[in-house]
């Protein structure tokens, strides 16, 4: 998926210009290596509004029976960033509602903190390609993706 197609032409929750300087302080911030895809995504739009926004799934959500949404990629830096101290980065978004301890939070969904959807480092480490993960109500991480290329690749269209 080219990143042009990926992106609403609006800038809401569009960070700053990305720097190699920019990523490395967020993954100290964070402590995880973030996936090569997601950064080169991020270096030609740092995070926005999505085109495609729902993800099919084999199992009911609290959003539908066979899918989830997401509004958003979060970018890297300012107050939208996933590294962020304000209320919106995803260490201040995993306290505040209580998301498992697995990674990082990279998409908001339309639930405004209900569910969450993450990057899952459980499997591999801080420094391993992680899968992506749906987190519901129950808080327990569902697996959804292989990696983060794969996730956005299995993006739709709202049904």
């Known amino acids: 998926m080219l990143v042009g197609s990926l992106f609403e032409e609006i800038d809401l929750y569009t960070g700053p210009e990305l720097g190699p300087a920019l990523v490395g302080r967020a993954e100290k911030r964070l402590g995880y290596r973030l996936p090569r895809r997601y950064v080169e995504v991020l270096f ?19 959003w539908a029976p066979d899918h989830f949404a997401v509004d958003v990629l979060l970018g890297i830096g300012g107050e939208w960033g996933i590294d962020s101290p304000s209320g919106m980065g995803s260490a201040c978004l995993i306290r505040e509602w209580g ?13 405004a903190g209900h569910d969450a959807v993450m990057l ?15 987190v519901d109500e ?7 993706a292989n990696s983060f290329h794969e996730f956005i690749e ?4 709202e049904p």
Not at 44 to 62: A, H, I, M, Q, W
Request: aromatic share 10%.
């Open 99 to 111: 998301y498992p301890d697995i990674g990082v939070v990279v998409f908001m969904t339309p639930s």
């Open 138 to 144: 129950d808080r327990v991480p569902r697996p959804v």
């Open 44 to 62: 030609e739009r740092n995070g926005g509004v999505l085109k495609n926004r729902s993800y099919p799934t084999g199992f009911p959500t609290s």
């Open 120 to 134: 899952d480092y459980s499997g591999c480490g801080p420094l391993g390609e992680p899968a992506v993960a749906y």
């Open 154 to 157: 299995r993006l739709v269209q």
